[in-house]
């Protein structure tokens, strides 16, 4: 069954650290890839996505992830982390079918 | 607003009960998704909508849950003879026309705590 993993469930970082949160997929053909961000009392917004292109992505917010297809992977970073960054971040994939298979998410703390 | 909304944002119910929510979905969007999130995990797919027809169904989607799009606007999720296992969050999401592709702007989701 299509899968997506993330390998973090909790990073704790300080302000100005430098962010990579790990997403890997299992489907093998056309690959459709998400990043959704969950800030705290809020819901799911758009990241960055890649659907075809120029693998490295950049999104909102000075985020973002690079597609690579031999790795299976489509991992997200940021340069410099802030407070306001703190959030629980989802990679997700689209099935073919038209729906978003969810990675488990990486919960960020960003102490100031 | 033009986002996708959810109501009620939070429900708590006794076991046995019947429980429905609503979403509504971005106005021109013609699909409509449903999943549920728990504890600890990314969101899980339910159930989709283009239009009023619905085109796909979860395993998870047991016997006591029903979706509706009547008219291919607002969409409708009733559960029969909620149990505990049913407490979740249950997210909507809309996507446009032009491509499966497209991408799917969620709601605020209706936390729902059976008791």
């Known amino acids: 069954a299509q899968s997506v993993s993330q390998h973090n469930h909790h990073v704790i970082l300080s302000e100005a650290a430098s962010l990579e949160l790990g997403c890997n997929y299992s489907y093998g053909g056309t690959v459709n890839l998400f990043w959704y961000v969950q800030y705290p009392g809020q819901h799911l917004q758009l990241l960055l996505k890649?659907?075809?292109?120029?693998?490295l992505v950049k999104g909102i917010k000075g985020f973002e992830a690079e597609f690579i297809k031999s790795k299976f992977s489509f991992n997200l970073r940021k340069p410099s982390v802030q407070w306001s960054d703190t959030a629980e971040y989802f990679c997700?994939?689209?099935?073919?079918?038209?729906?978003?298979?969810f990675g488990q998410g990486t919960e960020l703390s960003v102490k100031p | 607003d033009t986002g996708v909304s959810q109501d009620p944002r939070h429900k708590i119910t006794k076991r046995g009960q019947n429980v429905t929510f609503r979403c509504d979905p971005i106005s021109e969007h013609n699909r409509l998704y449903w999943y549920r999130q728990t504890l600890g995990q990314g969101p899980e797919f339910l159930t989709y909508f283009q239009n009023e027809a619905q085109l796909e169904k979860s395993r998870l989607l047991s016997d006591r849950f029903s979706a509706e799009r009547p008219k291919g606007s607002f969409s409708t999720l009733e559960i029969q003879r909620t149990e505990q296992g049913d407490s979740a969050m249950y997210l909507c999401?809309?996507?446009?026309?032009?491509?499966?592709?497209?991408?799917?702007?969620f709601g605020p989701g209706t936390r729902l705590l059976v008791l």
């Open positions: 999401a809309s996507s446009g026309r032009t491509s499966v592709q497209e991408t799917q702007y």
């Open positions: 997700a994939e689209y099935n073919q079918g038209g729906k978003l298979i």
């Open positions: 890649y659907f075809s292109g120029d693998p």
